[in-house]
């Protein structure tokens, strides 16, 4: 039997158990489920009532006028970012469940939207900043993206190897990078983070 936790930046999902041929597609399941629930808060209103902390976070990350990045921005830096040319995104973008390609290049464009809006919002919070603050917030962000990069890979790493490995990191990135956004607009550029 195999057993994960699956987890979500610092919250952690209840503990899951399969048998080993079956954790590979309640893994897949997952990650689809979380991308199809990305794609509808992207695609519909969020509601005035109560918030849940993921919406809030979401409201919380356009605060900064200009951080969404325009859908052309985003397709002309995932074609520089996967030196595939546009009008074949296009074409993978259209249908994201139709092959396991698309679903990796619709995760990547996901991350890539992110990446954009969290530069756009850490430019803009760098910009208030002192000289010496903007020296610490450049070392913190670059150790931030370090870390990124290493619990991703380290969390994908039992699919590695496989198709599915490339949409994995692209949805941990994704939502590490979102997470980034809310701490970002919540920092004092001078306090130290840790």
């Avoid at 590979?24 to 992207?42: E, F, N, P, Q």
């Avoid at 005035?48 to 605060?63: L, N």
Wanted: charged share 25%.
């Amino acid at each position: 039997m195999v057993c994960r936790t699956y987890r979500t930046s610092s919250f952690s999902r209840p503990r899951v158990c399969a048998l080993p041929s079956h954790a590979r597609a309640m893994k897949a399941g997952m990650v689809l489920l979380a991308l199809a629930l990305t794609a509808c808060r992207h695609a519909m209103p969020v509601a005035t009532s109560v918030p849940s902390t993921e919406d809030a976070a979401v409201q919380a990350a356009q605060v900064v006028p200009g951080a969404l990045p325009d859908p052309s921005t985003v397709v002309e830096e995932l074609s520089a970012r996967s030196r595939i040319p546009t009008s074949e995104l296009q074409s993978l973008l259209d249908d994201c469940s139709s092959t396991q390609l698309s679903m990796n290049i619709c995760a990547f464009r996901d991350f890539v939207a992110s990446d954009l809006e969290l530069d756009a919002v850490f430019k803009a919070r760098r910009e208030s900043a002192t000289t010496q603050c903007r020296a610490e917030m450049d070392r913190v962000h670059a150790v931030w993206e370090a870390e990124r990069e290493k619990a991703c890979k380290e969390e994908t790493e039992a699919e590695e190897g496989g198709s599915m490995r490339p949409m994995l990191i692209s949805a941990c990135k994704t939502e590490s990078t979102r997470a980034r956004i809310v701490s970002v607009q919540e920092m004092d550029p001078c306090s130290r983070e840790k």
